[in-house]
């Protein structure tokens, strides 16, 4: 019998049951889709490290002999270690593409990983084992030659293979954030083709006991002076680029989803309470025909239990198979890996556990309190509330106001529960929009910041290694351009390492420092300037001392910290050349950048880019959060709508007696619509005024764990306030529309029966 009268109310009241089902299903299905998508590429970049066996730690030295592997042996931690001699070539294509070169020793670290052709073999002089992303950019195949020029050499080669490496996962060029596969790429070949009679082994990849810092404190120790840097896994720039991805992804897979479960169980508990309100007499008279608490209670708690279970089951399998697909395209263009795959965890499955449960909980809270009641008591309707009159009421002005103010403030006061359910809905809504539409500020602000705040350049020229100092000053001349130095660093504070960049500006005005609100900052010719996220890393301030050195150098400099700049993408020092001079450190130019558009090709340069190919990078480059941004703006507005349609219906059967007794008294259909939508509006402003600081918190969080590379501050503009609350009041104002067949079909009769 009551498995039939489930069925029944399902039928009857299926829009509500359906917000069930829906809510369970939306709150899983956000949480297990982003969360699959950032697992996935967890767990895939996890395995192509695991079967390429990645070092985890690369030592730089130009000295790599027998003997010099003998003593890294006797530092006692060092379990794997691979020669490698690491050079960059051009390859013989009219656009003479830059491509990194491996002689390796073995392959047994950082392996080559094949896709197509034969595995890579020690001992083949003739063959090159080639990047998948170049040789499909360029249309080569296994079986082709290709030529390779570097230092006095230029070698031509077979292609054996085609495949990846752990070790470009993220491969871009100095001057673009995103690859251009057609103009760089990576090569592996025996040691045994190199050309020359001994290899020059100048990197060591070596596996390792331990922590990186005992390790790197080891080398320091033993091999002070023997070595130039050493780059432990988590600083390799591939690995490092990667991993802030991966931060980014986990951060809003940790952060949204959470909203949606947590307003998910505000809708559970506010529709079980209703639908249970509602059948208060039909439970009396179940109670009254003989049937048992238990059985009543048990009945009650299926229909969420039920609905929960299907939502949640159902979110589990679309989430992870739809939206992590929608993410990897764009991804799949920048970063490179042999598979990508959304992976499942057991937090998706405790996150439904979960929600089945408080389900249950809900449904057992909502009905409990009727079974202290005689079965006499629970077959009449409850009788209404009633409340005195508070300090507010007795004041001179509340009579004057009219009586749809009055009224609604009555109904919330009496119902201040519902009233709570309502502003905390909205509440969630509205901090999920807000924060959504502050990412889109925050990355449009990025970008303002960076390309148009700081650089004033429209060129910038990357200068050749091999280029003399006179062919870099005739380019510059040329092109009536300033010359700056741009270098990978690591900065040191008591115990804490950081990685990061040196900017040495020779008296330019195209590249401006800025503070944390885009002011122009002056950074004299004997000053030094450390970036405001590196100094919050480093946890130092102005007057402070720290020691750095450039990577590739193990020459360590203490300098003090005299000024402090912000920077959305480079963390590190500014400096100018005569500093990197007094500093005893040579002032080597990296760039020249100039106000004009530079297309012709000059010897000394190796790359040009202006500032729009860099936009354009960007943008490339934050697609994937675009994306991201978009679901989450759509998933907030469903979202809105289930919410404020939900806790409308909790609000319309509350008060259902009370507008029956209106239109007893003649109030028409227009009338007690605005009525509702008074308090409605009310209850959405307050919601969102409250959300506002709310979503800005959240975003406040998600920034500040974006990695260690960028610095946004959390802003929204008012623009994306406004559009906000139009979204936000316009939902609010649609669910009521809903609400006016209900008020014209309203059966006056049956509301206001009362044995009171």
């Not at 890579?120 to 080569?140: M, Q, R, T, Y």
Request: one cysteine or more; hydrophobic letters at 45%; proline letters at 3%.
């Amino acid at each position: 019998m009551l498995k039939k009268k489930m069925i029944r109310d399902i039928r009857k009241h299926k829009t509500q049951f359906l917000s069930i089902f829906l809510m369970a299903f939306l709150g899983v299905f956000v949480f297990a889709g982003v969360g699959g998508e950032s697992v996935g590429l967890e767990v895939n970049v996890d395995k192509f490290y695991d079967d390429t066996n990645l070092a985890d730690g690369w030592i730089y030295s130009n000295y790599i002999n027998d003997l010099f592997l003998d003593q890294i042996y006797c530092l006692g931690a060092t379990d794997q270690m691979e020669r490698q001699l690491v050079v960059d070539s051009l390859a013989d294509f009219s656009n003479e593409p830059e491509i990194t070169l491996h002689f390796v020793e073995n392959n047994t670290i950082s392996k080559f990983y094949l896709i197509d052709g034969e595995a890579l073999d020690i001992n083949d002089k003739n063959g090159v084992w080639l990047d998948k992303s170049f040789a499909d950019a360029k249309g080569l195949k296994v079986g082709d030659n290709i030529t390779f020029e570097f230092a006095d050499y230029k070698i031509e080669k077979e292609i054996k293979g085609i495949g990846y490496s752990p070790e470009y996962v993220y491969h871009a060029s100095q001057s673009s954030v995103i690859p251009d596969f057609s103009k760089l790429g990576f090569a592996y070949m025996s040691y045994k083709a190199f050309p020359g009679d001994t290899v020059p082994y100048n990197v060591l990849n070596v596996k390792f006991d331990g922590t990186a810092e005992n390790y790197n404190d080891l080398l320091d120790y033993h091999m002070g002076g023997y070595y130039n840097s050493f780059v432990e896994r988590s600083e390799h720039a591939s690995v490092s680029q990667f991993s802030e991805e991966m931060d980014q992804h986990q951060m809003m897979a940790g952060i949204f989803p959470v909203v949606f479960i947590l307003i998910a169980m505000l809708i559970l508990l506010t529709t079980m309470t209703r639908i249970i309100a509602h059948q208060r007499t039909q439970i009396g008279i179940l109670k009254a025909c003989g049937f048992k608490d238990k059985s009543i209670m048990l009945h009650y708690i299926s229909y969420g239990f039920w609905l929960v279970l299907f939502g949640s089951i159902l979110g589990l399998i679309i989430g992870p198979l739809t939206l992590p697909k929608l993410f990897y395209p764009s991804m799949s263009s920048t970063y490179i890996l042999p598979s990508w795959e959304p992976a499942w965890s057991m937090d998706f499955v405790y996150v439904a556990l979960a929600m089945i449960i408080m389900s249950v909980l809900v449904s057992y809270y909502a009905v409990k309190s009727i079974f202290n009641e005689n079965p006499a008591d629970t077959i009449r309707p409850k009788a209404p509330k009633v409340s005195s009159s508070g300090m507010i009421e007795k004041l001179g002005f509340f009579k004057h106001l009219s009586f749809n103010t009055r009224w609604n403030y009555r109904d919330a006061k009496r119902n201040k529960f519902r009233a709570l359910m309502t502003i905390i809905g909205v509440i969630g809504c509205t901090a999920l929009l807000v924060s959504a539409f502050g990412m889109y500020d925050g990355m449009n602000d990025l970008k303002e910041w960076e390309f148009n705040q700081i650089n004033h350049y429209d060129s910038k020229l990357v200068i050749d290694d091999g280029a003399s100092i006179s062919e870099v000053d005739d380019v510059a001349d040329e092109v009536n351009g300033d010359k700056i130095m741009e270098s990978a660093i690591e900065i040191e504070s008591d115990t804490i390492k950081k990685s990061g960049s040196l900017l040495v500006l020779n008296h330019t005005d195209l590249i401006t420092p800025t503070d944390y609100d885009w002011n122009k900052i002056k950074i004299e010719d004997d000053e030094v300037s450390i970036s405001q996220k590196m100094a919050n890393m480093l946890g130092v301030d102005v007057g402070d001392t720290v020691k750095w050195h450039i990577m590739g150098s193990d020459k360590w400099i203490k300098t003090k910290i005299d000024k402090i700049h912000s920077d959305p993408t480079s963390q590190g020092f500014i400096m100018s050349a005569d500093k990197l001079e007094d500093l005893d450190l040579n002032y080597t130019p990296t760039s020249v950048v100039t106000t004009e558009h530079v297309t012709k090709n000059y010897t000394a340069i190796k790359t040009a880019n202006s500032i729009k190919d860099m936009t354009s990078s960007w943008d490339e480059l934050t697609e994937a959060m675009w994306l991201l941004i978009y679901i989450l703006i759509f998933f907030a507005s469903l979202l809105a709508v289930v919410v404020l349609y939900n806790l409308g219906l909790l609000s319309f059967t509350e008060i259902e007696r009370e507008i029956a007794t209106l239109k007893v008294l003649g109030f028409k259909t227009k009338a007690l619509r605005k009525l509702l939508l008074t308090q409605n509006l009310w209850f959405t402003t307050i919601g969102y005024l409250l959300g506002i600081p709310v979503g800005y918190y959240i975003l406040k969080i998600m920034w500040e764990s974006s990695g260690d590379s960028f610095y946004i501050l959390p802003s929204i503009s008012l623009m994306n306030l406004v559009i906000t609350a139009i979204i936000t009041f316009s939902l609010s104002i649609l669910v009521n529309l809903m609400f006016s067949r209900k008020i014209k079909k309203l059966d006056m009769v049956e509301s206001l029966k009362s044995a009171e």
